[in-house]
């Protein structure tokens, strides 16, 4: 079981080309739903329907929030695709518990053919009229002779729930009961089997096809748990029994909870719900050496760990560029002040929408817990859903129940961890040579950008790694070993789009004549809302800092490009004879001999931070593009494996053959995304109010990182765009104890 929990709000669910997808990712512990910041990095995909990844970066946290954005290029085209989110850790356990959401891109040409409606959903499987029915009974089997509950999904071609109705017949046709599908493919009916009888489901869908399916058999020694639920209690029920002993256990999370043997005269077993923690809890019905016998899943709700969340404005309603102050106030069951973090994003619901089908509640309480795809989980955590229990606990017999692995509550289950929690970059590679030891080599890692040297030795087996660093995006590494070896370095491995599944969906906005033309003269300034700056001018050139290397220090003895020229040569070896006392070039080896303290040594070559082998490599870089050389003592101090050290440096993009031999590699590996903040204009004062150009911005407002004041409030302020209409404010988070913050609120 994983030991944290991904859960990642954007802010909207339909973007423009040009825009970009912002989102913050709440990694929390699975047990405490806690945020965490054990894997220091989550990973974003843009995954289009064919199941390439479009994009990919990583989120390094900042002070324990992850959140980042994915732009919207031109090279994407219209459709939908599906945000992937996850870490390393979750990778151990499969891509069943990375989190994704289907978001919808717009492109112009879209809005121009006003097929807007067709390009984003044909893109779905196309559906067709065939079905399957498979069966679930309550407890796990069905015990002859005794009225038991049995529920059903039918499923059609597309994975989605299938609206059936029907009747269960035995061999000879005769009628048993009937059967009708409630929420999604999902119902159940009531039945009494012997082990004898052999009964089918005959069930018809809407469009009129009708299928048969045989039921599970009833067993004679199947001990059942029925569940009831009234005036908020659990009630456990066993309808028969034999003479063993029995134990009820439940379990949440991992843990149990609650454990009772099963007194012989019991006829109920009753907990109250504001006993039992929220979410989804497993109960099991075992014999005394610990062997299931019987399987549950229920969910609860304890509204005393309810977390309140409101949203207020200033006013009712707001006109065009007009600044909003808003309050928000988070507070717990008895209406106290909660400290918490949360993530804001106010949008025009008109144009943008929200993916209303997914949030922070159902991923944390329900679907992390559950195998399999869960139609629309928000549904079943809407306050106003008068039948939100019914419906939820037929997911809990059709979901849970095929999911439910008691082993893991009577025994240590193990699982082979590939990768253990993320919390550097790391850099592996093999070292090879041609009749070398590559055991002990020494293998150097280079960031001439940020003056990062490192060190290390390859293993018995030629491998080296580096860990324990990190790099922003666009990084260009070095890694060099000895010559005549050769530097193979691992490609990084992500995981592959193996269940990708993108129902078909129409929340997706088509818009009239005079929207599509002041869209299109959105998207033809990019999609960037920008202000119109003064004149100004440049009366200076920007000073160009002259290059240095990572080793550089006022120590050494540095000659310019101006001195070096002043030799009056235009060879290198020569320059370097006039600027090292001692030096001498030797014409049957070549290397460079110094006297150095008495001794003759021969320098370590350094040019733009990459070590050379032999002065032969120096003829590749033309004198004119030498800016600097410095003359580095007691160099092995510094790990440059030498007494002395030539630090050369070019003033332009020139490097010599030796950058590309076998014993180098060039690497630009993916690093972590550089934070960038929202941008929203500010309409402070009249001329920017009476700019024309229209401001038809989707994402009105967007905070990945807001923390509630001592009384649970926060302060927000934003400015409304041109359009005229409807904007949903959503806010989700997690409070310092782990409590799930999540309102939806609206206003004009």
Not at 97 to 125: G, K, M, V
């Amino acid at each position: 079981m994983p030991l944290e929990i991904l859960y990642v709000q954007t802010d909207k669910q339909n973007y423009f080309t040009g825009e970009n997808i912002w989102f913050r990712a709440y990694l929390v512990n699975t047990h405490t739903h806690v945020q965490d910041t054990t894997s220091r990095y989550v990973y974003a995909e843009l995954i289009n329907s064919l199941g390439r990844v479009k994009n990919r970066v990583m989120i390094r946290h900042n002070n324990g929030v992850f959140s980042g954005h994915i732009p919207v290029t031109e090279e994407l085209e219209a459709g939908s695709y599906v945000l992937r989110f996850f870490t390393r850790h979750l990778e151990n356990f499969g891509e069943e518990y990375f989190f994704q959401r289907i978001i919808h891109i717009i492109t112009p040409e879209s809005l121009e053919e006003n097929h807007l409606s067709e390009e984003i959903t044909t893109t779905a499987p196309v559906q067709n009229n065939d079905f399957v029915v498979s069966f679930h009974p309550e407890g796990g089997d069905i015990p002859a002779g005794v009225f038991t509950r049995v529920a059903f999904k039918a499923i059609n071609s597309s994975g989605l729930g299938e609206n059936i109705q029907g009747v269960v017949v035995n061999e000879r046709g005769d009628t048993i009961t009937h059967i009708q599908s409630s929420h999604r493919g999902m119902g159940s009916f009531m039945l009494r089997a012997n082990s004898k009888d052999r009964l089918f489901a005959v069930c018809r869908n809407d469009a009129g096809v009708e299928k048969r399916f045989e039921l599970p058999r009833a067993k004679e020694d199947a001990i059942p748990l029925q569940i009831l639920r009234r005036r908020g209690n659990v009630m456990i029920h066993l309808p028969q029994r034999d003479n063993r002993d029995l134990y009820v256990t439940l379990q949440y999370r991992g843990y149990i909870i609650y454990a009772v043997r099963w007194e012989s005269n019991r006829e109920m077993l009753i907990i109250p719900e504001i006993s039992l923690p929220t979410g989804v809890i497993g109960i099991v019905l075992s014999d005394s050496q610990g062997i299931p016998l019987s399987k549950r899943q229920i969910f609860n709700t304890n509204r005393q760990e309810t977390i309140n969340t409101a949203f207020t404005t200033n006013r009712d309603t707001h006109g065009t560029r007009e600044r909003v102050n808003a309050t928000v106030s988070i507070t717990d069951s008895e209406n106290r002040p909660v400290q918490a973090n949360f993530s804001i994003s106010v949008i025009d619901n008109d144009i943008a929408h929200y993916d209303a089908s997914v949030n922070i509640l159902s991923t944390l309480l329900l679907t992390s817990e559950l195998r399999g795809h869960i139609e629309d989980p928000a549904y079943y955590f809407m306050s106003d859903n008068e039948k939100a229990t019914e419906h939820l606990d037929l997911v809990m017999l059709t979901h849970g129940w095929t999911r439910f692995d008691v082993s893991r509550i009577y025994q240590e289950e193990t699982i082979a961890v590939w990768q253990d929690f993320e919390r550097s970059h790391v850099i592996t590679g093999t070292l090879g040579g041609r009749q070398r030891r590559i055991a002990e080599q020494p293998v150097t890692l280079i960031i001439p950008q940020f003056g990062f040297f490192d060190l290390t030795y390859t293993d018995e087996e030629g491998r080296f790694r580096f860990d324990n660093f990190e790099f922003p995006e666009g990084t260009e590494i070095f890694i060099q070993g000895r010559r005549h070896t050769e530097i193979q370095i691992d490609r990084p491995v992500f995981p592959s789009v193996d269940n990708l599944f993108i129902p078909m969906q129409a929340n997706v906005p088509v818009f009239g004549t005079e929207q599509v033309e002041d869209f299109l003269r959105y998207l033809s300034d990019d999609g960037i809302w920008s202000e119109v700056l003064d004149e100004f001018v440049i009366t200076e050139r920007r000073r160009e800092e002259p290059n240095r290397s990572i080793f550089s220090s006022p120590v050494n003895r540095r000659v310019e490009r101006e001195e070096l020229e002043a030799f009056g040569t235009m060879n290198l070896l020569m320059a370097m004879q006039f600027v090292i006392p001692g030096a001498r070039s030797c014409h049957i080896t070549p290397f460079l001999h110094i006297h150095h303290r008495g001794e003759v040594v021969s320098p370590r070559i350094w040019v733009d931070d990459i070590q050379l082998d032999s002065l032969i490599d120096l003829t590749d870089i033309p004198f004119h593009t030498i800016e600097s050389i410095e003359i580095v003592d007691n160099a092995s101090l510094l790990g440059l494996g030498s007494a002395v050290a030539l630090l050369i440096t070019t003033g332009e993009d020139h490097r010599p053959a030796s950058y590309y031999s076998s014993h180098i590699a060039i690497i630009t590996p993916l690093g972590y995304q550089v934070r960038r903040e929202f941008f929203a204009p500010a309409y402070t004062f009249p001329e920017q109010r009476a700019n024309e150009r229209p401001d038809l911005r989707t994402t009105i407002f967007w905070n990945p990182n807001v923390t509630t004041r001592e009384d649970g409030s926060a302060a927000i302020q934003f400015y409304t765009s041109d359009n005229t209409g409807n904007y949903v404010v959503i806010i989700e988070g997690i409070t310092d104890e782990g409590g799930i913050v999540h309102a939806v609120s609206r206003f004009r």
